[in-house]
């Protein structure tokens, strides 16, 4: 089972930036796409940003393109979410996944990754 565990979430003003990593518990890490997905107060969970396995794909939502940068370290077993020019519709509990490469580029469906980190909260202040 592979353990994924979040940080670098907070409170910032509109305009600010946040670096949240996530790191894993495998020894396979490069052997997974990897995804950041969020969820906003009475919203669903929706798709950020997304990266292959190895870091050669990104995807983005329309919402976050331009802003938010997604990248791994495979030494590391870590996979970070830049966020810059943040505003206050950023805010959620963003969540990192984990979904085994099996030839297909990376998803944005929440259902296709079978590994998920527990949160870390983003509040952006106007």
């Known amino acids: 089972q592979v353990q994924l565990v979040e940080s670098g979430g907070g409170l910032v003003q509109a305009g600010d930036s946040l670096k949240l990593s996530c790191v894993a518990s495998t020894r396979t890490f490069s052997a997974y796409n990897l995804g950041w997905f969020r969820q906003a107060p009475g919203k669903d969970r929706e798709f950020v940003a997304a990266l292959s396995w190895n870091g050669g794909n990104t995807y983005y939502s329309d919402s976050v393109r331009g802003r938010f940068t997604i990248s791994r370290d495979n030494a590391k077993n870590t996979v970070f979410l830049l966020l810059n020019s943040l505003q206050p519709e950023d805010t959620a509990v963003y969540y990192c996944?984990?979904?085994?490469?099996?030839?297909?580029?990376?998803?944005?469906?929440?259902?296709?990754?079978?590994?998920w980190g527990q949160g870390t909260q983003v509040t952006v202040s106007s």
């Open positions: 996944a984990a979904a085994r490469y099996t030839g297909l580029p990376p998803s944005r469906f929440a259902y296709d990754y079978d590994h």
